[in-house]
């Protein structure tokens, strides 16, 4: 009989058991005998008396068949049933149905009957993953098969010839509809009193499903099954025996799920919380599984950037309350600030450097394309004058990253995000600069991981193997990786993000007891509905997400930093543990230059002198070619000056200085 599958965590031990064949076996006599009774009534009422075939029931079928032009099922004794359940005998036709029953006959003589019932018994499926009766019974009565009473013994039995569409968890009205058809044939063959069936219909069915031994049900389970129902057939993942080795590891898988818990706990408790605590939330009982819920949630992913393979995936705070995968879920939410490292990227690849002059006034009406008269503000409300374009990033000033996302362009900025695969229909509007689209979780944190990678996408998954009942590999993870952002901008984005949370809008990380190097970004929506953070080290990348199911304001001056990045704290804390963090170092030549923050290009003694010329750090292939001609003047001498520099270096686009108009807001 086939066997549970069996999910390994990235170390090689067991962390769960999938439903495929999901049996626990019992011998006849641990049978409630009303189900015995039941099952016999309705699947084989001459089983005692027949050597294999119901003769009578299979002239029967045969007849309908020949009247009707098709080969149905009609009349396959529970031993035919066996034999189809048991061995690979075809499709459904009639020489497969001949093959069955000489099949049978073949068993009811190596097999006493007691023995056969015990065998049909343990190995027929009851929906929901549930092989065997024993299963069935605990799975959906919470109790053991001898403790069935008969309202529930005529419910499972009347499961048999359809489980999943009649499943009580599911379709109660339908399951009752069989159960009642059960009672009926056992009233008609004398085996149940009329007044005992109509007792047993008037009970209601409620069922009180047991958590199963060895089975874990949890949000990065949930995402296993997804990707098996995309990688094997249903037929695969039902006949079991599977062995599923996951990315998963069960340490980091722990705490990101205690993490979130006791940080959503702690907002609920602020004095300016005013939403309905978890604590308090009463399930209704016609609740379905993936139903919103009306407290406070969260995810949070971690990704090994190595490999991509993620290590922990929550999906909520409870999983037994709420099915509904927030980490998955293509239902989506706003990204927000958390999109701008990719803003900036694109804007260094063009030519933009770190130390770029840049306005953080009010956008003026007209001055960033397309946009007409929109003016998004900086979220605490006040404005600035001239800073560096590092300033826009580290601190999440809105007015000054939207004049770098028009300096990156429009479209380039839109075909990253649909390249990244952060949302398949990414709106074509400077909005996008800002992160105004929806993404999920998990397609976001393994964005993020492109910047310790410096610039190449590693496919996130959560499945690296799956091996066959023989322990033969039926599938390996493909491991894809693919340039996807220039690594010499990355690495420059990457910096800014270091100095994020130094000193930047999650500086308090250092007082949330975190001081690994690492490097991140906070992100909040409109309103606060969303607070987002994102951050990696140089092996582990990790998102966290916080708001309502139904978008509403957390708490007033709900920031990215308040809300989601005490949760990225613990949970990389903890997972340094098993992946130990080092210094982000850069992979490409590393030149000191001396550069003009109006012109981007090489500084000029003019540059000195009105006070625009910077020393700054920059890959050698983003080391500007040309001098300043913005203030004239001669070259400034710098020691390295384009040393092992490529020859393909090239001057900055001729559209350079009408870009930087409009980055200084027309002036």
Not at 479 to 507: N, R, Y
Not at 562 to 572: I, K, N
Request: positive net charge; aromatic residues 8%.
């Amino acid at each position: 009989m086939p066997e549970r599958n069996t999910v390994f965590d990235v170390d090689g031990k067991i962390y769960s058991r999938l439903a495929g064949a999901n049996r626990l076996k019992v011998s006849l006599s641990e049978v409630s005998p009303l189900f015995v009774t039941a099952v016999l009534a309705r699947e084989d009422v001459r089983f005692y008396e027949h050597k294999g075939i119901d003769w009578k029931g299979i002239l029967r079928a045969l007849v309908h068949d020949i009247l009707s032009g098709s080969a149905k099922e009609g009349a396959s004794s529970i031993t035919q049933q066996l034999a189809r359940n048991s061995l690979p005998l075809g499709g459904r036709t009639l020489s497969r149905k001949l093959l069955e029953a000489m099949v049978a006959v073949r068993i009811e003589r190596q097999f006493t009957k007691q023995q056969i019932l015990e065998l049909y018994l343990n190995r027929i499926y009851f929906g929901t993953g549930c092989y065997g009766v024993e299963t069935a019974s605990q799975a959906y009565f919470g109790k053991s098969a001898s403790q069935l009473s008969l309202p529930e013994a005529a419910l499972l039995a009347g499961l048999i010839r359809s489980p999943n569409r009649y499943s009580p968890l599911k379709n109660p009205q339908g399951a009752a509809i069989q159960r009642n058809v059960v009672l009926d044939r056992m009233v008609a063959l004398k085996k149940l009193s009329a007044a005992e069936a109509e007792q047993a219909k008037s009970v209601q069915i409620t069922a009180h499903p047991k958590r199963l031994p060895f089975i874990q049900e949890n949000y990065a389970m949930d995402a296993v099954q997804r990707d098996l129902n995309q990688l094997l057939t249903q037929d695969q993942i039902d006949n079991g025996g599977l062995f599923i080795y996951t990315t998963l590891d069960a340490a980091v898988q722990d705490a990101a799920q205690r993490a979130l818990e006791t940080q959503l706990t702690k907002i609920e408790h602020q004095s300016n919380f005013h939403h309905p605590l978890k604590a308090n939330y009463q399930p209704p009982e016609s609740a379905e599984g993936d139903s919103s819920m009306p407290y406070l949630e969260g995810a949070v992913v971690a990704i090994d950037n190595a490999s991509g393979g993620i290590r922990a995936l929550v999906g909520g705070r409870d999983y037994s309350q709420s099915k509904f995968n927030r980490a998955l879920t293509p239902a989506n939410r706003q990204v927000g600030s958390a999109f701008k490292p990719f803003v900036y990227t694109l804007a260094f690849a063009h030519g933009l450097l770190p130390g770029a002059a840049i306005s953080d006034g009010p956008i003026q009406p007209g001055e960033i394309e397309g946009a007409g008269n929109w003016s998004p503000g900086n979220s605490d409300g006040k404005y600035g004058g001239i800073e560096p374009c590092s300033y826009g990033l580290i601190h999440s000033r809105n007015t000054m990253s939207v004049r770098v996302g028009q300096f990156a362009g429009l479209d380039a900025v839109q075909k990253v995000a649909t390249t990244l695969s952060l949302a398949q229909n990414v709106p074509h509007g400077p909005a996008i600069y800002i992160g105004s689209f929806e993404t999920n979780l998990k397609d976001l944190t393994a964005a993020y991981s492109i910047f310790p990678n410096v610039g190449v996408r590693k496919q996130a998954y959560i499945i690296e193997r799956i091996d066959n009942q023989q322990r033969h590999p039926i599938y390996r993870a493909a491991h894809i990786s693919v340039p996807a952002l220039d690594p010499s901008a990355a690495w420059m984005t990457s910096q800014l993000m270091e100095e994020v949370l130094t000193g930047g809008t999650a500086a308090s990380a250092r007082s949330l007891g975190f001081t690994l190097p690492a490097a991140g970004k906070t992100g909040t929506t409109n309103d606060y509905k969303d607070a987002w953070f994102l951050g990696y080290t140089t092996t582990l990348t990790c998102g966290v997400w916080v708001g309502f199911d139904q978008p509403a304001t957390i708490v007033s001056r709900g920031y990215g930093a308040a809300l989601a990045l005490p949760v990225w704290t613990q949970v990389m804390n903890k997972a340094a543990q098993h992946y130990p963090a080092q210094p982000l170092q850069p992979t490409m030549p590393i030149q000191r230059a001396t550069v003009c923050s109006i012109s981007n290009q090489l500084a000029t003694t003019g540059c000195q002198a009105v006070g625009t010329a910077y020393d700054i750090d920059l890959p050698a292939d983003k080391v500007p070619t040309v001098a300043c001609e913005v203030h004239g003047g001669e070259q400034m001498p710098f020691a390295q000056q384009l040393q092992g520099l490529p020859e393909k270096a090239a001057t900055l686009p001729g559209r350079f200085f009408k870009s930087f108009r409009k980055l200084f807001g027309g002036r």
